[in-house]
């Protein structure tokens, strides 16, 4: 099937002009096509921006083990309808994926259920070394160095001289120090006050375990992406460990900090903690002078019961990818930043680091994942509107300017002006929407 979005203002990769788009069957076939083209379905699109889809490279997707939180199918669609075309998902399911066999059975279990491109991580273990070594069809090997239990937690600096010195894929990583949180802890015990937990969760927890994995990628001379960067300080890293890392940074800690305890309680609890305004801002500055590259979401959805229990039972995390787009949108709007950089952050850096060549850019040969949006409009958050299952934001009720009004995967129309073709899913796909393939021949 051919489509032509016709005059839309294209983000390009060198510059963004009003022109047109011919996508045929899953790529992208032509920019600026000649007018007598015969094409299938024509898209008039002036006043619209068309851009790349967005890939978020950090969500947790809850399935298998925990689908009472979200799902596959709920999620992909919540990704959809906010312009994410591509995610990469984390190993903490149950059974947690630490293995090859468990990491097939979720490329298998999302092939049936995703509306969109798909590709999960491998989980590091102290133990699982010969499985990190042999792993394929995945974008990297996560760590949890801190903030999680049982055997996903690598703490140990032998366990991690291993990981680092021994495998080849590249490496994330949760970085916050898990003898530091527990000190903090242990002088905290008996709070509920959820503001404690950014006290818990404290600028040196994040600095410490930050510092120790670049010593370990640049020493090792592996690839290492930073997730979550929560802390300013932690920014001041990265300029002298080029060309080893790449980082990232999360809406919840561009927008909110500590002081936003009082308005919305555990709805924020997340791990890394929030920090203070002063962070914010480094933050942004961050991503303005490239020190950081990559903008995803670490959705982490509970249900809202879940949230309200009164903290520390309450646990850490919260839903964007429906939203995350909007919200920087919204501060081009706000003249904080430029559509291109945007684009930047969103699609093509998250791209190249993750080797998803063929995407995040707009570009003849590439794949057809593409977002129109509308700069115009406004519109509120609101918990009642979110596809994600949990079924709530910690935006709701915030006004936004610019959103995603439809949504292209491989050529295929998953999401239009509220509504989702969900036609595409399971054994009659006309595209395989996994990413496997991209990393098939690691091991």
């Keep these: 099937m051919k489509t032509l979005i016709r005059q839309a203002t294209v983000v390009l990769p060198h510059e963004t002009v009003q022109t047109s788009v011919l996508i045929d069957g899953h790529q992208i076939a032509d920019i600026d096509p000649a007018p007598q083209i015969s094409v299938d379905e024509t898209i008039d699109a002036p006043g619209l921006h068309l851009i790349p889809g967005v890939v978020d490279d950090q969500v947790h997707f809850r399935e298998p083990g925990l689908t009472q939180k979200e799902d596959l199918a709920s999620a992909s669609r919540a990704c959809a309808k906010g312009g994410v075309t591509t995610f990469l998902e984390m190993p903490n399911t ?56 049982g055997d996903l937690l690598v703490d140990e600096q032998e366990a991690l001289e291993r990981i680092f010195a021994e495998t080849t894929l590249p490496i994330t990583a949760h970085c916050e120090d898990e003898a530091t949180v527990q000190a903090n802890r242990e002088r905290l015990a008996g709070t509920h006050d959820v503001a ?57 800690h561009l927008f ?21 305004r002063e962070d914010n801002a480094v933050l942004w500055e961050a991503l303005l002078d490239g020190r950081v590259q990559v903008i995803a979401t670490d959705h982490a959805p509970h249900t809202w019961e879940e949230k309200q229990q009164p903290y520390p039972q309450s ?45 995040g850019r707009i570009a003849v040969g590439y794949d057809a994942d593409l977002v129109l ?64 393939g991209y990393w098939a021949d690691q091991a």
Aim: some cysteine.
């Design 373 to 436: 949006v509308d700069l115009e409009r406004t519109q509120e958050v609101r918990n009642e509107r979110q596809v994600t299952k949990c079924g709530w934001s910690p935006w709701h009720g915030v006004r936004l300017t610019g959103w995603p009004v439809r949504t292209w995967v491989m050529g295929h129309t998953v999401f239009n002006d509220g509504r989702f073709d969900t036609s595409q899913p399971g054994s009659e796909a006309q595209f395989d929407h996994s990413l496997g």
């Design 256 to 276: 909110f900090n500590v002081d936003d305890y009082q308005r919305l309680g555990t709805l924020i609890q997340m791990n890394p903690s929030l920090k203070h």
């Design 94 to 149: 149950i059974p947690h994926a630490i293995t090859q066999e468990r990491l097939e059975a979720k490329l298998a279990l999302a092939a049936t259920k995703s509306l969109v491109n798909y590709g999960f991580y491998i989980g590091a273990t102290p133990n699982n070394l010969d499985e990190l070594k042999s792993a394929h069809r995945t974008p990297g090997i996560k760590i949890f160095i801190g903030s999680s239990t």
């Design 315 to 359: 646990p850490s995390g919260l839903p964007a990818v429906e939203n995350s787009l909007a919200l920087l949108l919204n501060e081009v709007h706000r003249g904080r930043c430029t559509l291109e950089q945007v684009v930047h952050w969103m699609c093509d850096a998250p791209a190249r680091v993750w080797d998803l060549v063929g995407k």
């Design 196 to 252: 404690n937990h950014s006290k818990i969760r404290d600028h040196q927890a994040a600095l410490i375990a930050t510092r120790r994995a670049i010593d370990l990628a640049c020493r090792h001379q592996h690839r290492f992406h930073v997730l979550h960067v929560s802390t300013g300080a932690e920014t001041e890293l990265f300029a002298d460990a080029r060309p080893w890392i790449t980082a990232e940074v999360c809406p919840h």
